[in-house]
Protein backbone atom coordinates (compact mmCIF):
# COMPACT_ATOMS: atom_id res chain seq x y z
CA UNK A 1 0.00 0.00 0.00
CA UNK A 2 1.43 3.67 -0.76
CA UNK A 3 -1.89 5.34 -1.08
CA UNK A 4 -5.41 4.55 0.66
CA UNK A 5 -6.62 3.94 -2.80
CA UNK A 6 -4.38 1.22 -3.67
CA UNK A 7 -5.02 -0.11 0.12
CA UNK A 8 -6.86 -3.66 0.29
CA UNK A 9 -8.24 -2.78 3.66
CA UNK A 10 -8.93 1.22 2.63
CA UNK A 11 -9.77 0.91 -1.10
CA UNK A 12 -13.46 0.65 -1.19
CA UNK A 13 -13.88 3.46 1.52
CA UNK A 14 -11.48 6.00 -0.48
CA UNK A 15 -12.09 4.82 -3.44
CA UNK A 16 -15.08 2.57 -5.39
CA UNK A 17 -14.93 -0.28 -7.94
CA UNK A 18 -16.58 1.28 -10.86
CA UNK A 19 -13.40 4.25 -10.48
CA UNK A 20 -10.90 2.42 -10.10
CA UNK A 21 -11.64 0.34 -12.94
CA UNK A 22 -11.68 3.32 -15.27
CA UNK A 23 -8.63 4.82 -13.86
CA UNK A 24 -6.75 1.27 -14.05
CA UNK A 25 -3.56 0.43 -15.83
CA UNK A 26 -5.48 -2.07 -18.56
CA UNK A 27 -8.60 0.78 -18.58
CA UNK A 28 -5.60 3.12 -19.74
CA UNK A 29 -4.00 0.81 -22.23
CA UNK A 30 -7.02 -0.29 -23.46
CA UNK A 31 -8.04 3.41 -24.59
CA UNK A 32 -4.51 4.28 -26.07
CA UNK A 33 -5.65 0.99 -28.09
CA UNK A 34 -8.69 2.22 -28.85
CA UNK A 35 -7.37 5.39 -30.21
CA UNK A 36 -4.79 3.54 -32.23
CA UNK A 37 -7.78 1.51 -34.14
CA UNK A 38 -9.62 4.94 -34.86
CA UNK A 39 -6.80 6.67 -36.19
CA UNK A 40 -5.97 3.60 -38.22
CA UNK A 41 -9.76 3.48 -39.24
CA UNK A 42 -9.84 7.09 -40.89
CA UNK A 43 -6.38 7.39 -42.18
CA UNK A 44 -7.32 4.08 -44.22
CA UNK A 45 -10.92 5.95 -45.40
CA UNK A 46 -8.58 9.11 -46.44
CA UNK A 47 -5.96 7.09 -47.96
CA UNK A 48 -3.35 8.13 -45.76
CA UNK A 49 -2.39 4.51 -44.70
CA UNK A 50 -3.05 1.21 -46.80
CA UNK A 51 -6.42 -0.40 -45.69
CA UNK A 52 -5.12 -4.06 -45.34
CA UNK A 53 -2.79 -2.30 -42.78
CA UNK A 54 -5.75 -0.52 -41.16
CA UNK A 55 -7.82 -3.61 -40.64
CA UNK A 56 -5.08 -5.35 -38.92
CA UNK A 57 -4.41 -2.60 -36.95
CA UNK A 58 -7.45 -2.41 -35.44
CA UNK A 59 -8.06 -6.12 -35.22
CA UNK A 60 -4.64 -5.67 -33.08
CA UNK A 61 -6.09 -3.31 -30.78
CA UNK A 62 -6.66 -5.66 -27.80
CA UNK A 63 -5.66 -5.84 -24.44
CA UNK A 64 -4.92 -9.09 -24.99
CA UNK A 65 -2.36 -9.07 -27.57
CA UNK A 66 -0.47 -6.90 -24.37
CA UNK A 67 2.08 -8.10 -22.51
CA UNK A 68 1.89 -5.63 -19.51
CA UNK A 69 5.06 -7.39 -17.97
CA UNK A 70 6.80 -6.16 -20.66
CA UNK A 71 5.07 -2.93 -20.93
CA UNK A 72 6.15 -2.04 -17.46
CA UNK A 73 9.69 -2.82 -17.97
CA UNK A 74 10.31 -1.14 -20.71
CA UNK A 75 7.90 2.00 -19.51
CA UNK A 76 10.11 2.33 -16.91
CA UNK A 77 13.12 2.41 -18.98
CA UNK A 78 11.68 4.68 -21.55
CA UNK A 79 9.68 6.87 -19.82
CA UNK A 80 6.50 6.49 -21.06
CA UNK A 81 4.22 3.40 -21.78
CA UNK A 82 3.08 5.01 -25.30
CA UNK A 83 6.20 3.52 -27.55
CA UNK A 84 6.88 -0.01 -25.70
CA UNK A 85 2.19 -0.49 -26.24
CA UNK A 86 2.88 0.64 -30.22
CA UNK A 87 6.15 -1.18 -30.37
CA UNK A 88 4.43 -4.34 -29.57
CA UNK A 89 1.63 -3.81 -31.46
CA UNK A 90 3.92 -2.67 -34.71
CA UNK A 91 5.39 -6.44 -34.11
CA UNK A 92 2.30 -8.38 -33.75
CA UNK A 93 0.96 -6.70 -36.93
CA UNK A 94 4.99 -7.40 -38.85
CA UNK A 95 3.67 -11.27 -37.95
CA UNK A 96 0.78 -11.13 -40.56
CA UNK A 97 2.90 -9.31 -43.00
CA UNK A 98 6.65 -8.34 -43.33
CA UNK A 99 5.97 -3.82 -42.20
CA UNK A 100 2.76 -3.82 -42.36
CA UNK A 101 2.74 -2.81 -38.86
CA UNK A 102 4.76 0.34 -39.39
CA UNK A 103 1.81 2.06 -40.54
CA UNK A 104 0.62 2.15 -36.65
CA UNK A 105 0.40 5.19 -35.24
CA UNK A 106 0.84 6.94 -38.63
CA UNK A 107 1.36 10.80 -38.10
CA UNK A 108 0.83 11.41 -33.96
CA UNK A 109 2.52 11.29 -30.88
CA UNK A 110 2.89 10.05 -27.00
CA UNK A 111 1.49 13.14 -25.66
CA UNK A 112 -1.76 13.19 -28.16
CA UNK A 113 -2.49 9.11 -27.08
CA UNK A 114 -1.51 10.12 -23.64
CA UNK A 115 -4.09 13.10 -23.13
CA UNK A 116 -7.18 11.47 -25.32
CA UNK A 117 -6.64 8.66 -23.16
CA UNK A 118 -7.50 10.66 -20.21
CA UNK A 119 -9.96 12.53 -21.57
CA UNK A 120 -12.07 9.19 -22.25
CA UNK A 121 -11.40 8.63 -18.74
CA UNK A 122 -12.55 12.13 -17.84
CA UNK A 123 -15.50 10.97 -19.63
CA UNK A 124 -16.37 7.53 -18.07
CA UNK A 125 -15.62 9.48 -14.23
CA UNK A 126 -18.17 12.29 -15.38
CA UNK A 127 -20.90 9.39 -15.95
CA UNK A 128 -20.54 8.09 -11.99
CA UNK A 129 -20.53 11.68 -11.33
CA UNK A 130 -23.82 12.31 -12.65
CA UNK A 131 -25.43 9.13 -11.23
CA UNK A 132 -23.95 10.05 -8.14
CA UNK A 133 -25.72 13.51 -8.14
CA UNK A 134 -28.72 12.34 -9.31
CA UNK A 135 -28.85 10.00 -6.63
CA UNK A 136 -28.06 13.12 -4.00
CA UNK A 137 -30.52 15.50 -5.49
CA UNK A 138 -33.07 12.58 -5.65
CA UNK A 139 -32.51 11.76 -1.71
CA UNK A 140 -32.60 15.59 -0.97
CA UNK A 141 -35.89 16.08 -2.71
CA UNK A 142 -37.57 13.24 -0.77
CA UNK A 143 -36.17 15.33 2.32
CA UNK A 144 -37.29 18.78 1.07
CA UNK A 145 -40.87 17.36 0.28
CA UNK A 146 -41.22 15.17 4.19
CA UNK A 147 -39.96 18.10 6.45
CA UNK A 148 -40.54 21.41 4.78
CA UNK A 149 -42.49 22.30 7.41
CA UNK A 150 -40.52 20.92 10.32
CA UNK A 151 -39.17 23.38 12.92
CA UNK A 152 -35.79 23.77 13.84
CA UNK A 153 -33.46 26.21 14.77
CA UNK A 154 -31.29 27.73 12.54
CA UNK A 155 -27.47 28.75 13.41
CA UNK A 156 -25.97 31.49 13.33
CA UNK A 157 -21.97 31.73 14.66
CA UNK A 158 -23.03 28.16 16.73
CA UNK A 159 -25.70 30.26 18.14
CA UNK A 160 -29.19 29.32 17.44
CA UNK A 161 -30.41 32.47 15.72
CA UNK A 162 -34.57 31.75 14.52
CA UNK A 163 -36.44 29.45 13.36
CA UNK A 164 -36.58 27.55 10.25
CA UNK A 165 -37.33 24.36 8.81
CA UNK A 166 -35.43 21.32 8.24
CA UNK A 167 -36.74 21.49 4.49
CA UNK A 168 -35.28 24.70 4.33
CA UNK A 169 -31.88 23.44 4.93
CA UNK A 170 -31.77 20.63 2.45
CA UNK A 171 -33.24 22.88 0.19
CA UNK A 172 -30.34 25.14 0.35
CA UNK A 173 -28.07 21.94 -0.16
CA UNK A 174 -30.58 20.96 -2.90
CA UNK A 175 -30.14 24.19 -5.01
CA UNK A 176 -26.45 24.01 -5.08
CA UNK A 177 -26.42 20.40 -6.11
CA UNK A 178 -28.46 22.02 -9.14
CA UNK A 179 -26.04 24.30 -9.75
CA UNK A 180 -23.14 21.62 -9.60
CA UNK A 181 -24.98 19.72 -12.23
CA UNK A 182 -25.35 23.26 -14.47
CA UNK A 183 -21.73 23.76 -13.90
CA UNK A 184 -20.53 20.17 -15.22
CA UNK A 185 -22.63 20.87 -18.36
CA UNK A 186 -21.41 23.85 -19.10
CA UNK A 187 -18.12 22.27 -18.69
CA UNK A 188 -17.89 19.32 -20.78
CA UNK A 189 -18.02 20.83 -24.25
CA UNK A 190 -14.69 22.65 -23.20
CA UNK A 191 -13.32 19.75 -21.07
CA UNK A 192 -14.13 16.70 -23.72
CA UNK A 193 -12.00 17.43 -26.71
CA UNK A 194 -9.61 15.48 -28.57
CA UNK A 195 -6.01 15.59 -28.63
CA UNK A 196 -4.44 14.81 -31.91
CA UNK A 197 -1.99 17.21 -33.38
CA UNK A 198 1.71 15.56 -33.65
CA UNK A 199 5.33 16.53 -32.02
CA UNK A 200 4.43 20.07 -31.79
CA UNK A 201 0.92 20.66 -32.02
CA UNK A 202 0.83 21.64 -35.83
CA UNK A 203 -0.02 17.98 -37.67
CA UNK A 204 2.92 18.79 -39.98
CA UNK A 205 3.37 15.25 -40.08
CA UNK A 206 -0.03 14.49 -42.01
CA UNK A 207 0.24 15.82 -45.46
CA UNK A 208 -0.30 14.54 -49.11
CA UNK A 209 3.69 13.72 -49.19
CA UNK A 210 3.36 11.54 -45.93
CA UNK A 211 0.08 9.72 -47.66
CA UNK A 212 0.18 6.23 -48.92
CA UNK A 213 -2.00 7.64 -51.83
CA UNK A 214 -3.78 10.53 -52.86
CA UNK A 215 -6.93 11.64 -50.05
CA UNK A 216 -10.17 11.45 -51.68
CA UNK A 217 -11.83 14.69 -53.22
CA UNK A 218 -13.01 16.70 -50.45
CA UNK A 219 -15.66 19.35 -51.64
CA UNK A 220 -14.21 21.95 -48.60
CA UNK A 221 -10.46 21.63 -49.76
CA UNK A 222 -10.02 20.72 -46.27
CA UNK A 223 -6.41 19.98 -45.53
CA UNK A 224 -5.70 16.32 -44.78
CA UNK A 225 -4.40 16.61 -41.14
CA UNK A 226 -7.37 18.54 -40.26
CA UNK A 227 -9.63 16.11 -41.93
CA UNK A 228 -8.06 13.51 -40.59
CA UNK A 229 -8.35 15.21 -36.76
CA UNK A 230 -11.89 16.09 -37.27
CA UNK A 231 -12.91 12.21 -38.47
CA UNK A 232 -10.91 10.54 -34.95
CA UNK A 233 -13.08 12.99 -32.86
CA UNK A 234 -15.97 11.85 -34.52
CA UNK A 235 -14.77 8.23 -33.88
CA UNK A 236 -14.02 8.77 -30.38
CA UNK A 237 -17.48 10.74 -29.74
CA UNK A 238 -15.19 13.73 -28.56
CA UNK A 239 -15.29 17.50 -30.24
CA UNK A 240 -12.54 18.59 -32.68
CA UNK A 241 -9.61 20.98 -31.14
CA UNK A 242 -9.61 24.33 -32.63
CA UNK A 243 -5.81 24.12 -32.21
CA UNK A 244 -3.45 21.88 -30.11
CA UNK A 245 -3.44 22.15 -26.22
CA UNK A 246 -0.24 20.16 -25.50
CA UNK A 247 0.54 22.47 -23.03
CA UNK A 248 -2.51 24.59 -22.41
CA UNK A 249 -3.66 22.17 -19.24
CA UNK A 250 -6.86 24.42 -18.37
CA UNK A 251 -9.11 22.04 -19.05
CA UNK A 252 -8.04 19.35 -16.49
CA UNK A 253 -7.43 22.08 -13.58
CA UNK A 254 -10.71 23.34 -14.50
CA UNK A 255 -12.44 19.33 -13.74
CA UNK A 256 -10.23 19.06 -10.70
CA UNK A 257 -11.55 22.19 -9.24
CA UNK A 258 -14.86 21.57 -10.09
CA UNK A 259 -14.63 18.23 -8.52
CA UNK A 260 -12.42 20.06 -5.54
CA UNK A 261 -15.74 22.54 -5.24
CA UNK A 262 -18.16 19.55 -5.39
CA UNK A 263 -16.83 17.53 -2.90
CA UNK A 264 -16.47 20.64 -0.45
CA UNK A 265 -20.83 21.10 -0.69
CA UNK A 266 -20.20 17.13 0.12
CA UNK A 267 -18.21 17.98 3.57
CA UNK A 268 -20.72 21.01 3.94
CA UNK A 269 -23.40 18.92 4.66
CA UNK A 270 -21.08 16.33 6.45
CA UNK A 271 -20.24 19.29 8.89
CA UNK A 272 -23.70 20.28 9.47
CA UNK A 273 -24.61 16.61 10.23
CA UNK A 274 -21.77 15.69 12.48
CA UNK A 275 -22.93 18.85 14.52
CA UNK A 276 -26.33 17.92 14.30
CA UNK A 277 -25.18 14.21 15.89
CA UNK A 278 -23.60 15.30 18.68
CA UNK A 279 -24.94 14.02 22.15
CA UNK A 280 -25.75 17.74 23.57
CA UNK A 281 -28.09 18.14 19.68
CA UNK A 282 -29.37 15.51 18.79
CA UNK A 283 -31.28 16.73 15.81
CA UNK A 284 -30.19 13.92 12.77
CA UNK A 285 -27.89 11.29 12.72
CA UNK A 286 -26.12 9.05 10.02
CA UNK A 287 -27.74 5.83 8.86
CA UNK A 288 -28.11 3.43 11.58
CA UNK A 289 -25.85 0.28 10.85
CA UNK A 290 -24.73 -2.00 13.54
CA UNK A 291 -21.52 -1.38 14.98
CA UNK A 292 -21.40 1.39 12.65
CA UNK A 293 -18.73 4.10 13.68
CA UNK A 294 -18.33 2.08 17.25
CA UNK A 295 -15.64 2.46 19.45
CA UNK A 296 -13.08 -0.07 20.59
CA UNK A 297 -13.79 1.31 24.42
CA UNK A 298 -17.23 3.26 24.64
CA UNK A 299 -19.73 0.80 23.79
CA UNK A 300 -22.27 4.00 23.75
CA UNK A 301 -20.34 5.50 21.40
CA UNK A 302 -22.01 6.08 17.07
CA UNK A 303 -19.20 8.30 15.87
CA UNK A 304 -20.04 10.14 12.76
CA UNK A 305 -18.01 8.14 10.78
CA UNK A 306 -19.28 8.81 7.14
CA UNK A 307 -18.92 12.41 7.65
CA UNK A 308 -15.49 11.88 8.92
CA UNK A 309 -14.83 9.94 5.21
CA UNK A 310 -16.66 12.83 3.92
CA UNK A 311 -14.58 15.64 5.40
CA UNK A 312 -11.05 13.48 5.07
CA UNK A 313 -11.72 13.00 1.24
CA UNK A 314 -13.11 16.60 -0.01
CA UNK A 315 -9.93 18.49 2.03
CA UNK A 316 -7.47 15.81 -0.09
CA UNK A 317 -9.09 16.58 -3.21
CA UNK A 318 -8.60 19.97 -2.36
CA UNK A 319 -5.46 19.67 -1.72
CA UNK A 320 -4.24 17.57 -4.52
CA UNK A 321 -6.12 19.92 -6.90
CA UNK A 322 -3.22 22.51 -6.41
CA UNK A 323 -0.81 20.02 -7.87
CA UNK A 324 -3.37 19.95 -11.07
CA UNK A 325 -3.19 23.97 -11.10
CA UNK A 326 0.48 23.62 -11.14
CA UNK A 327 0.50 22.03 -13.78
CA UNK A 328 -1.03 24.30 -15.82
CA UNK A 329 2.36 25.97 -15.60
CA UNK A 330 3.78 24.48 -18.56
CA UNK A 331 6.40 24.95 -20.14
CA UNK A 332 7.04 25.53 -24.39
CA UNK A 333 5.13 23.10 -26.47
CA UNK A 334 5.77 19.93 -24.83
CA UNK A 335 6.72 20.28 -20.91
CA UNK A 336 8.99 18.70 -18.77
CA UNK A 337 7.42 17.61 -15.48
CA UNK A 338 4.17 19.50 -14.93
CA UNK A 339 2.06 16.92 -17.24
CA UNK A 340 3.32 14.46 -15.13
CA UNK A 341 1.90 15.87 -12.07
CA UNK A 342 -1.29 15.61 -13.53
CA UNK A 343 -0.21 11.57 -13.72
CA UNK A 344 0.01 11.36 -10.25
CA UNK A 345 -3.51 13.79 -9.31
CA UNK A 346 -6.03 13.37 -11.72
CA UNK A 347 -6.65 9.73 -10.82
CA UNK A 348 -6.69 9.99 -6.80
CA UNK A 349 -8.83 13.46 -7.26
CA UNK A 350 -11.29 11.47 -9.59
CA UNK A 351 -11.35 7.82 -7.06
CA UNK A 352 -11.76 10.28 -3.98
CA UNK A 353 -14.35 12.80 -5.44
CA UNK A 354 -16.17 9.59 -6.36
CA UNK A 355 -15.88 7.69 -3.16
CA UNK A 356 -17.11 11.45 -1.26
CA UNK A 357 -20.08 11.69 -3.56
CA UNK A 358 -21.65 8.36 -3.13
CA UNK A 359 -20.69 8.17 0.67
CA UNK A 360 -22.50 11.66 0.75
CA UNK A 361 -25.20 9.96 -0.96
CA UNK A 362 -25.77 7.04 1.19
CA UNK A 363 -26.14 9.35 4.11
CA UNK A 364 -28.63 11.10 2.69
CA UNK A 365 -31.16 8.89 1.90
CA UNK A 366 -30.84 7.00 4.87
CA UNK A 367 -30.39 10.13 7.45
CA UNK A 368 -32.40 10.12 10.81
CA UNK A 369 -34.22 13.20 11.37
CA UNK A 370 -35.29 13.41 15.03
CA UNK A 371 -37.81 16.09 15.33
CA UNK A 372 -38.33 15.70 18.72
CA UNK A 373 -34.70 16.35 18.86
CA UNK A 374 -35.69 19.43 17.00
CA UNK A 375 -38.52 20.92 19.28
CA UNK A 376 -36.65 20.21 22.02
CA UNK A 377 -33.60 22.93 21.10
CA UNK A 378 -36.32 24.89 20.15
CA UNK A 379 -38.31 25.18 23.31
CA UNK A 380 -34.88 25.07 25.40
CA UNK A 381 -34.30 28.95 24.34
CA UNK A 382 -37.63 29.53 26.65
CA UNK A 383 -38.74 31.69 23.81
CA UNK A 384 -35.33 33.49 22.80
CA UNK A 385 -35.13 32.00 19.59
CA UNK A 386 -38.59 34.00 18.44
CA UNK A 387 -37.00 37.55 20.11
CA UNK A 388 -36.55 39.03 16.68
CA UNK A 389 -40.26 38.03 15.61
CA UNK A 390 -41.33 39.75 19.19
CA UNK A 391 -39.25 42.36 17.95
CA UNK A 392 -40.69 42.60 15.13
CA UNK A 393 -44.53 42.58 16.74
CA UNK A 394 -43.53 45.66 18.95
CA UNK A 395 -41.67 47.44 16.76
CA UNK A 396 -44.81 48.33 14.80
CA UNK A 397 -45.89 50.65 18.04
CA UNK A 398 -43.07 50.84 20.15
CA UNK A 399 -40.14 51.67 17.07
CA UNK A 400 -37.88 48.94 15.93
CA UNK A 401 -34.55 49.88 17.95
CA UNK A 402 -36.73 50.60 20.99
CA UNK A 403 -38.72 47.05 21.04
CA UNK A 404 -34.77 45.39 20.14
CA UNK A 405 -33.72 46.79 23.88
CA UNK A 406 -36.34 46.21 25.58
CA UNK A 407 -36.57 42.29 24.02
CA UNK A 408 -32.87 42.17 24.23
CA UNK A 409 -33.17 42.76 28.43
CA UNK A 410 -35.68 40.58 28.98
CA UNK A 411 -34.05 37.77 26.97
CA UNK A 412 -31.09 38.33 29.14
CA UNK A 413 -33.34 38.28 32.43
CA UNK A 414 -35.20 35.15 31.43
CA UNK A 415 -31.72 33.33 30.91
CA UNK A 416 -30.51 34.96 34.25
CA UNK A 417 -33.68 34.03 36.22
CA UNK A 418 -34.67 30.58 34.23
CA UNK A 419 -37.92 32.01 33.04
CA UNK A 420 -39.63 32.09 29.50
CA UNK A 421 -39.43 35.48 27.69
CA UNK A 422 -43.30 34.94 27.27
CA UNK A 423 -43.35 34.81 30.70
CA UNK A 424 -41.35 38.03 31.22
CA UNK A 425 -43.16 39.67 28.38
CA UNK A 426 -47.01 39.10 29.93
CA UNK A 427 -45.83 40.99 33.13
CA UNK A 428 -43.81 44.26 31.49
CA UNK A 429 -45.25 47.03 31.77
CA UNK A 430 -43.75 48.89 28.34
CA UNK A 431 -45.09 45.58 26.49
CA UNK A 432 -48.03 46.46 27.82
CA UNK A 433 -48.17 49.51 26.27
CA UNK A 434 -48.16 47.91 22.73
CA UNK A 435 -51.20 47.09 22.75
CA UNK A 436 -50.78 43.61 21.78
CA UNK A 437 -53.43 40.91 23.71
CA UNK A 438 -51.73 38.12 25.68
CA UNK A 439 -53.19 35.58 22.34
CA UNK A 440 -51.11 37.89 20.11
CA UNK A 441 -48.04 37.57 22.05
CA UNK A 442 -48.25 33.79 22.84
CA UNK A 443 -48.46 33.48 18.63
CA UNK A 444 -45.40 35.47 18.41
CA UNK A 445 -43.40 33.14 21.05
CA UNK A 446 -44.41 29.96 18.89
CA UNK A 447 -41.40 29.19 16.85
CA UNK A 448 -43.47 27.45 14.81
CA UNK A 449 -45.21 30.77 13.48
CA UNK A 450 -41.68 31.80 12.91
CA UNK A 451 -40.41 30.02 9.95
CA UNK A 452 -40.32 32.69 7.14
CA UNK A 453 -40.72 31.49 3.89
CA UNK A 454 -39.45 28.26 4.87
CA UNK A 455 -41.79 26.06 2.99
CA UNK A 456 -42.57 28.65 -0.58
CA UNK A 457 -38.61 28.90 -0.81
CA UNK A 458 -38.38 25.26 -0.47
CA UNK A 459 -41.07 24.48 -3.13
CA UNK A 460 -39.52 27.05 -5.36
CA UNK A 461 -36.55 24.72 -5.40
CA UNK A 462 -38.35 21.71 -5.96
CA UNK A 463 -40.17 23.25 -8.80
CA UNK A 464 -36.78 24.79 -10.63
CA UNK A 465 -35.50 20.53 -9.97
CA UNK A 466 -38.42 19.36 -11.50
CA UNK A 467 -38.41 21.75 -14.48
CA UNK A 468 -34.44 21.06 -14.86
CA UNK A 469 -35.49 17.31 -15.47
Known amino acids: MTTVIDSYVFHNTFSTPEIAAIWSDKSRTGYYLKFEAALAKVQAKLNIIPQNAADEIVKHCKLEHIDFEELRRKTEKIGYPILPMVQQLVAKVNIVEDKLGEWAHWGTTTQDLTDTAAVLQVRDTIQLVEQALDDITNALVKLCEKYKTTPMAARSNLQQAVPMSFGFKMARLLATFQRHKQRLAEMKPRLLVLEFSGAAGTLATLSEASSYGPPPKSETNEPVGLWCQRLLAEELELAVPSIAWHTERDNFAEFSCYLAILTSTCAKFGTDLKLMMQSEVGEASEPYVAHRGSSSTMPQKRNPVGCAYIHAMA ?24 WQIEWIMLPQICALSHACLKQTAYLMDGIEVDEEGMQRNLDMSRGAIVSEAVMMGLGKSLGRQ ?28 EIKKAGLKDDELKALCDPGNYLGLSEAMVNLVLKEVQEAK
Open 315 to 338: SSVRTMTGGMIEAVNADHERSTGP
Open 402 to 429: YAHDIVYDLCRQAQLENKSLLELLLANE
